[in-house]
């Protein structure tokens, strides 16, 4: 699912995805992630790091 979405067309796919794994992976399983969206494309780690600071900042308020 993370593959489609990272070299799909829509980028909105792409946005949900993160927003699932921000909402319903612990800490150490978004580490994984990133390091492996780093080892693909750190351009879509910049993406994935921009939504969950996004997500965070939502979520506090």
């Known amino acids: 699912m993370l593959d489609e979405a990272m070299y799909g067309t829509d980028e909105q796919e792409f946005s949900n995805v993160c927003t699932k794994i921000c909402m319903n992976l612990n800490q150490k399983l978004i580490l994984m992630?990133?390091?492996?969206m780093n080892?693909?494309?750190?351009?879509?780690?910049n993406r994935f790091n921009t939504i969950m600071r996004d997500f965070k900042k939502n979520t506090k308020h």
């Not at 992630?33 to 492996?36: A, F, L, P, Q, T």
């Not at 080892?39 to 780690?45: D, Y």
């Open 33 to 36: 992630i990133s390091e492996y």
């Open 39 to 45: 080892a693909k494309n750190p351009v879509f780690l």
